[in-house]
Structures are given as C-alpha cells and as structure tokens.
C-alpha cells in the first residue's frame, strides 16, 4: 500500500468529522493503489521438506476506516435497513471469544506504521488478535477491524481455523467497560490478493459491523506469502 502524507494518527488539530470522513477516502483512492499489506515479512523460511508450511500470514489492507456515521453501505447487505441498528459507545476490545473455532484470545492495539500499512501483531504470540485502535472499537456504529496470524514459524495460530465460521454462528468481544458485545456472521470469503476489495472490506458502515482478517489459499514459496486473505463479516446483535 502506498504511504500517505496522512493518517488516522497524524498529530495537528482535530478536524470535523465530516472532513476526516472526507480524508479519509481520499486516503483510501490513494492507498488502494497497493492493496496487499503483509502482516509479516522476511520472518523464517518454510521447510523444504514437504510438510504445510507454517510462515505468518498477511493480510490485504488499505489503511481502516476510522470515522464513524457515514451512510456509505459495507459489506453484505442484510433486510431491514430501516429497522433500529445496535450500537455501543467507543470501549477498548479486551477479549475475543469464538467458541465455534475454540478461539478465548486478548487483544492488542494495532497502529499505522511509517509505511502507511496497517502493523501486524506481535509474531511470538500464537494466541493473539488485533484491532486497528484509531478506528472504530467493536460495537461501535462503522467498521471494526480485527486480524490474526492463522500460523506461524512453528505452530497454526489463533485464526487457524477461521474458515469454519458460517453464516449465523456467534462470537463475542469482551469490552474495556465491562460490556461483552455480541456479533452474529454474515458471510465468510477468500479474496485473491491481486483483487483484494477494500472498499468492501474497510469501507464505513452505517451499523457496527466488524471485519475478521486472515491469510488463505496457497502457500506462495517464492513469494514467501500466501495467495489470498479470509474475511469474515459480522454485525452486533
């Protein structure tokens, strides 16, 4: 993803958040111009010996949406529009409980690095998740991002089996204020890298939605990445 000359962290006065909706797509038009961000790069080779490989995953990232309110629709499109849309005040996540795919993971705040991409997790913790902490928290109205290694170097990590959730299963975040946020998923898909739709994915929602993100498909030796990413799309109940 190209670097921009502004972010969701960028230091300075606050602007309206009309304008900072503004900026932000036009960070978008130009961060998409690089869609595949890699959660980690350069870590260890995989074996040549034949077994799976177990390098960290990447996930495909134009910088997160970070306003909130916008009428602009993401990702699937469910009946009721007109009907009253769940929402909660801005908590820190602090747990995240998927007991379909055994998941009971704390998070961590991810930032935006100097290279304008999304950072990744620490690599030396296979029980851990991810939250773009300048956007919107889970439950909050817009679009929630969270991402997670499904392996590593030596082991499958957190979201190794994130492809098993089905449209209806349920999972929780535990929040900083005590409160313990319900989504229900919408739809899970794979995206190839080279035609990741980050508009979909990241785009703001006009309900709180969240965005679990991984790595999938085949493991690319040469590239030292894998060939498309997981997303899992989820609203509050």
């Known amino acids: 993803m190209a670097a ?71 990702g699937p499109h469910r009946s009721g529009a007109s009907e009253a849309r769940p929402h909660l005040p801005r908590s820190r996540p602090v747990r995240l409980l998927i007991p379909e795919i055994s998941v009971d993971a704390p998070f961590t705040g991810l930032a935006i690095g100097r290279s304008g991409q999304l950072e990744p997790p620490p690599p030396d913790n296979t029980n851990l998740v991810g939250w773009y902490a300048k956007g919107v928290s889970p439950g909050e109205t817009g679009t929630a991002i969270i991402a997670g290694h499904v392996d590593t170097a030596t082991s499958p990590a957190v979201f190794a089996r994130l492809g098993e959730l089905e449209k209806g299963d349920r999972f929780h975040v535990v929040r900083a204020d005590g409160r313990k946020a319900a989504f ?31 790595c999938a498909g085949a493991y690319d030796r040469k590239a030292r990445d894998y060939t498309e990413n997981l997303v899992v799309f989820a609203h509050l109940v």
């Open 184 to 214: 229900v998923v919408d739809d899970t898909e794979s995206f190839d890298k080279d035609r990741f739709p980050s508009e979909r994915v990241y785009g703001d929602a006009p309900d709180a939605q969240v965005r679990l993100i991984t």
């Open 4 to 74: 921009s000359p502004l972010s969701p962290g960028e230091s300075g006065p606050a602007p309206s958040r009309r304008r900072f909706r503004t900026l932000v797509t036009v960070l978008w038009s130009v961060a998409a111009l690089v869609l595949t961000v890699h959660l980690v790069a350069g870590w260890d080779e995989p074996s040549d010996d034949g077994s799976p490989p177990h390098t960290p995953p990447a996930v495909s990232s134009t910088t997160p949406a970070a306003s909130r309110g916008s009428d602009a629709p993401a």
